[in-house]
């Protein structure tokens, strides 16, 4: 079974400063999908940033990146230059194909990111 | 194009009444995913249907829950006799076709069950 961690509950950073979210996963799986995920208080689930498995290179979104390391299963969110609008739940989650076109998500438990003035 | 679309964004029943919660795939979409998020929890896979399939109910409670996906018309998730444990947002997303592992969410609906 897939697992996926994310050991901050909550985070805090001032406005214009860099944050890291850490993620951790585990799966047997060669080829699969990792996805950040940002939930506002709307509650709106909002795509953030993607990265296949098989791609090296790290994947970047504006302020957003990630620090892939597929050997130690884990997959970093950095967001650099924090905006107030920044605040919301954030979510990691993992796909891989399991047949029949199936890419149920697995999701972490989130981290709460709240970006200060 | 319109998004994914869920109704009624809120829902509030007592215990033992029935939910039906609906979820109107993009345009042009024919995978649908519903998923669950309890209070301070991640969204958790219930089920994953095509037109008229039910591919993946893995996630699925045993009794109470159903869902549907109709040739014509949204996909449905009923919920039977429900119970304060079901309160939760449930969430809809969509995918467009075979090997498509992006997913778009609907802005879920919030069941209250009192």
């Known amino acids: 079974a897939q697992t996926v961690t994310q050991s901050q509950p909550e985070m805090s950073v001032q406005e214009a400063e860099t944050v890291t979210l850490s993620c951790t996963y585990d799966?047997?799986?060669?080829?699969?999908?990792l996805f950040w995920y940002k939930q506002p208080p709307s509650r709106q689930m909002i795509l953030v940033i993607r990265?296949?498995?098989?791609?090296?290179q790290n994947a970047t979104e504006n302020r957003f990146s990630v620090n892939f390391q597929k050997a130690a299963k884990s997959f970093s969110l950095k967001i650099s230059d924090s905006q107030l609008g920044d605040t919301a739940m954030y979510f990691c989650?993992?796909?891989?194909?399991?047949?029949?076109?199936?890419?149920?998500?697995?999701f972490g438990k989130g981290t709460l990111l709240t970006v200060n003035p | 194009n319109a998004g994914v679309m869920q109704n009624p964004r809120h829902l509030v029943r007592r215990r033992g009444q029935e939910a039906r919660l609906r979820c109107s795939p993009m345009?042009?979409?024919?995978?649908v995913y519903w998923y669950r998020q309890l209070p301070e929890e991640g969204l958790k896979f219930m089920v994953y249907?095509?037109?008229?399939?039910?591919?993946?109910e893995s996630g699925m409670p045993k009794e109470r829950f159903s869902a549907e996906f109709p040739k014509e018309g949204p996909s449905i998730l009923r919920i039977q006799q429900v119970v304060r444990g079901d309160s939760a947002a449930y969430f809809c997303?969509?995918?467009?076709?075979?090997?498509?592992?992006?997913?778009?969410f609907g802005p879920g609906t919030r069941l209250t069950v009192t």
């Open positions: 989650a993992f796909t891989f194909y399991s047949g029949g076109s199936n890419y149920k998500l697995t």
């Open positions: 249907l095509q037109k008229e399939n039910i591919i993946d």
């Open positions: 345009k042009g979409h024919s995978h």
């Open positions: 799966t047997s799986e060669s080829n699969y999908y």
């Open positions: 990265q296949e498995a098989y791609k090296q």
């Open positions: 997303a969509s995918s467009r076709r075979d090997g498509d592992y992006e997913q778009y």
